[in-house]
């Protein structure tokens, strides 16, 4: 019986070892979240953006949209009719000038609960690829507040939208965005592949950022090319997770026609470096 053990044992290493980015040796998990408690998110975790954030996307974004459910978070992006309670006739602000909410979903961030410093940032998840919609799997320097954005630094490991997914960077450099955009055409990836789920994964040191899919390089930062003459580098200190489910207007996407659209996302993981 002990030999059947230690072979099967054996077996469970070598085969985790040659799965992507698995390292005993290299990697810590120091946070976590498997969403296996059925309910709304843990509040020890996760914050909410609220209302009418950015990009002048059409959702308003609530708690209510976010549960977990069988082991997974769904957030959901839904038609929903109700009164703008920030509307404000006459109001040019895109945010206030709205008299009603068309639709709605979720933002979930760790912003003021957990940042994290260097490490391998991964998600598990089932993403709708089709044209309007927004998911995405994202970071932002934690001094946003002090230094707005794009200074704080952005750091896309999984966004999709227009038939594309896409692994981003963006950071300012002598008063311009700069972007490291790469972009992977739904068309060219396996029939069904929206319907599985597939992992995201950042690699991150003080020397470069890797962004992968499912294993295989998507986009690659050297660190050195974000640092500032004073020293300053947004990609050298703290940064928070975002979760969200977002709509596109751009490029006359038909966001209307395809609701709803879930985001699930198996687990959230944090490694830090073992040695």
Known sequence: MMKTISTLGLILTV???????????????????????NGPPDPANWNYEQGFVRNKEPQWYQPENANCTNGLLVIEA????KPNPLYVPGSRNWKTSREWIEC??????TSALHDFTYGKLEMRA????????WPAFWTLGSNIGDVGWPACGEIDIMEAYTSNVLANVDYKFHNDSVWSTVKKP?????????????????????????????????NHLDLASA?????GNPFRGPLYLILNQALRTQDGAPWQSILPVRFEVDWVRVYQRAN
């Open 186 to 218: 739904t068309t060219t990836l396996p029939r069904n592949w929206s319907k599985k789920f597939h992992t995201w994964t950042m690699e991150w040191d003080d020397k470069k950022i890797d962004l992968l899919l499912d294993g295989k390089l998507m």
């Open 227 to 231: 640092d500032k003459a004073d020293g």
């Open 104 to 109: 709605t979903s979720a933002s979930l961030t």
């Open 78 to 81: 839904r038609p929903e009719h």
């Open 126 to 133: 089932r993403i709708d690829t089709r044209n309007g919609s």
């Open 15 to 37: 085969l985790l070892a040659a799965a992507p980015g698995w390292s005993a040796e290299k990697w810590k998990m120091v946070w976590h979240d498997e969403f296996d408690k």
